[in-house]
């Protein structure tokens, strides 16, 4: 294969790459902004240092991606200093990106606890004042995983404000508990009928099935949807790494042959303004004598 054309494939696999990259890299630094700011996930009201410190190295991860990109698609221009410089900074990401996801594997176990007392806290605190955020996320989890509680309804006896009914047992619950339930709008709590008076709603049917089980599923999913994505940039991220030294082994062939054309030109250059002169040395006699005799054959005229 000409070195040119080898040059050229190796920019256009390193621009692809380099884009794939730059994509796969912001869904991740995506994913850390999701679990750090958004108030609507379970992720982000989770009291775990741990997580933090993952959604966090995403998110840092999301931005040096974005720089190490913008150095990629100049370094495809042939500069080889950005190239060195794009490789340095992939081997950084890909340990940098190994850390977060080892981390996130090895503290799997203490997240899943702190999802336990985390959901165990919001049962304690729903319908309280200044929790709407917490209480709706209650009720999304209740409804779209058709569950009551964390184990089941009587975790729901731990709740504040249905302990101050002295119930013992959970004929009161939130209206994400049942499968109809009609209830006034500013009320979150209904009850079987028939209704005890107390609660201005009512439902059919609640679940009997807690939501520990889609839980875990639910934060094996993201988990997995994490790694996923994290393992697969390291791939292309090594990917890059093979291809960006290729070509920066081309370019420095390709600068060594310019070398040796200029060099090989000016050695031609030199060889022919040699041979001139020679020449001129070898002509030089013959002019001397031709002109001798002309002068001499000018005089006798």
Known sequence: MKLEVKLQLLRFCLFTLNSVFLVLGLSVGG????????????????????????GAGLLFIGGAVLL?????????GGNRFLLLTYVGLLVVLVLGQLFVTLLLII?????ERTLDQTIDDIIVGYGGQGRPVLDRLMDNIQKQ??????????????????????????????????????HDSSSVWCSDPPNNGTLPGSGN????????QQ?????????????????????????????T?????????????????????????????????????????????????????????
């Open 68 to 76: 190490v990109g913008v150095v990629g698609f100049l370094a495809a």
């Open 245 to 301: 030294i290729y070509l920066y082994r081309a370019f420095g062939k390709k600068a060594a042959l310019k070398r040796t054309k200029s060099l090989t030109g000016s050695d031609h250059a030199h060889q022919d303004h040699a041979q001139q002169d020679h020449a001129h040395q070898d002509l030089a006699p013959e002019e001397d004598f031709a002109g001798n005799v002309f002068d001499a054959a000018r005089t006798l005229a």
């Open 107 to 111: 503290n799997r176990d203490k997240v």
């Open 205 to 212: 049917a609640s679940h009997d099935q807690g939501c520990n």
């Open 145 to 182: 995983g058709r569950c009551c509680g964390r184990m089941g309804p009587s975790d729901w006896l731990k709740n504040s404000y249905i302990q101050s009914l002295n119930l013992t047992d959970p004929r009161v619950l939130p209206c994400s508990c049942f499968s109809s339930p009609s």
């Open 31 to 54: 994913c850390g902004i999701w679990i750090l700011f958004d108030g609507r996930s379970l992720l982000t009201v989770l009291q775990s240092v741990d997580m933090r410190t993952v």
């Open 215 to 243: 839980l875990r599923d639910w934060l094996q999913e993201n988990t997995l949807t994490i790694m996923g994505m994290g393992f697969g940039v390291v791939l292309i991220q090594v990917v890059q790494v093979v291809i």
